[in-house]
């Protein structure tokens, strides 16, 4: 069965220290998400990709980067961890269907920075 | 500035008992999804709503999408325990339609 997963699952690190967390998916979808997931804020998305080399800012992108260089894959870098990007990370993918833009999520990440 | 605001933010009932959930804004949306996501997992698509008006079932849930696209409900019949969940509802708008703005969820509690 096709899925995405996200690893780790759970991850501590210090301030200042490079992170980065993996979301890998076999729908072959083309489209890729990341969001962060904080009470009080609800989903917010970091960056976007429709597609191999093509990645996009989202509303909270700054701190973060991502690359795309296959279908299946969007990591996520923290460039230097900072204690406000203390969150729950998730990945999500959707089809270029048009009209279908139902998004499938990874399981999620929980990042502490210390 | 959020786009979609949620009422209410927590939701404690009883089973048995109705409910209803919105999902409002300012904006239009070419469609509206809710999403119900457990804890410890990610969100999972309950459904898709596209046209203005339009209202779609899921077993005892409905949903509703405003007949000007910018405003959604939910309404759960005889709410179970196995129906608590946040509830979230997510719009795309024209251009970017593969790109989803989230509200910030209706935490719901069903309890025994």
């Known amino acids: 069965d096709a899925e995405i997963t996200q690893s780790p699952r759970h991850k501590i690190t210090e301030t200042g220290r490079q992170v980065t967390l993996a979301c890998h998916q076999t729908w072959n979808h083309n489209n890729m998400f990341w969001y962060r997931q904080d009470l009080g804020h609800g989903l917010r998305l970091i960056h976007y990709?429709?597609?191999?080399?093509?990645?996009n800012k989202g509303e909270v992108s700054d701190g973060y980067s991502v690359s795309r260089s296959n279908t299946e894959d969007l990591p996520l870098t923290l460039e230097s961890a900072a204690s406000s990007q203390t969150s729950v990370y998730f990945c999500?993918?959707?089809?270029?269907?048009?009209?279908?833009?139902?998004?499938?999520f990874g399981p999620g990440t929980r990042l502490t920075v210390l | 500035t959020q786009l979609l605001e949620q009422s209410p933010q927590f939701l404690s009932i009883q089973e048995g008992e109705n409910l209803t959930v919105y999902c409002n804004s300012s904006?239009?949306?070419?469609?509206l999804q809710w999403y119900r996501q457990e804890p410890g997992e990610g969100p999972v698509l309950l459904v898709t709503v596209v046209t203005g008006g339009e209202v779609k079932k899921l077993k005892r849930l409905t949903f509703q999408f405003g007949d000007a696209r910018k405003d959604s409900s939910l309404h759960i019949t005889a709410a179970q325990p196995g129906d608590t969940g946040l509830y979230l509802c997510a719009g795309a708008r024209g251009g970017s339609n593969y790109k989803l703005t989230f509200g910030k969820g209706t935490l719901l509690t069903v309890n025994p």
């Open positions: 904006s239009v949306f070419s469609s």
């Open positions: 999500a993918s959707s089809d270029l269907l048009p009209g279908n833009n139902e998004q499938f």
């Open positions: 990709s429709y597609g191999v080399q093509d990645t």
